[in-house]
């Protein structure tokens, strides 16, 4: 079985020493909303669960009905949100990478097996996105805007002479999963645009 935690390490790195990735084009289910507590956000998990399982529905593959060409088992990934400074809260975009296998057909056919008792179907759809270059730490609970994590992350960007593309925003990736609670790891990234320098140990996926 193909593991994130175990194959991507890098990508997904528990280190709090800063590291940067270069995330191209991939798939993704998504949904989006508005929240005003965060990831205690009674939409935002709503939401978050509801991409979660039909991640879940496409990973099952042949043996949940879903004839995907080329499937290799895998285990889903992590839910990860894409969190904007609005001053009456956050926006949010929920983010789940899929394996390169996996098209918008495997979606359509795993949507054919939920139950929509919690969502609407127009609320999830599968995109195509990049996140492009960012700088990543970790964090241990939730992330706030006093958070250690933004902190090193924003004192390594002036160092480096690097610019932050997006003041107001900011990535989290749920690699302990969700709820949060104090001690779950959650990875923190920054866009940022490097000014032609070199990126040591920067993750090509």
Do not use: C
């Not at 800063?18 to 084009?25: H, M, N």
């Not at 499937?71 to 949100?81: I, S």
């Not at 749920?174 to 609670?181: A, E, F, K, M, T």
């Amino acid at each position: 079985m193909f593991n994130w935690e175990t194959f991507e390490p890098s990508e997904y790195s528990r280190n709090p020493e800063p590291s940067y990735v270069d995330l191209t084009t991939r798939s993704y289910v998504t949904a989006e909303g508005h929240a005003t507590k965060h990831t205690d956000d009674p939409d935002f998990m709503r939401l978050a669960q509801a991409t979660a399982k039909v991640a879940k529905a496409i990973s099952g593959g042949p043996d949940k009905g879903i004839p995907i060409e080329g499937f290799k088992e895998y285990r889903p990934y992590p839910v990860q949100a894409v969190w904007t400074d609005t001053g009456d809260g956050e926006d949010f975009k929920i983010w789940i990478k899929q394996p390169l296998f996996i098209n918008e057909k495997d979606f359509d056919a795993a949507l054919t097996q939920i139950d929509f008792s919690d969502f609407d179907l127009g609320e999830i759809k599968f995109e195509h996105l990049a996140e492009g270059i960012e700088i990543q730490t970790i964090n241990t609970g939730t992330v706030t805007p006093d958070s250690e994590a933004l902190k090193v992350l924003t004192d390594t960007i002036q160092k480096k002479g690097f610019t932050r593309l997006y003041d107001d925003q900011h990535r989290e990736v749920y690699i302990d999963g969700l709820p949060i609670d104090s001690s779950k790891l959650v990875l923190v990234r920054l866009a940022i645009d490097a000014n032609g320098q070199e990126l040591l140990g920067l993750v090509h996926n």
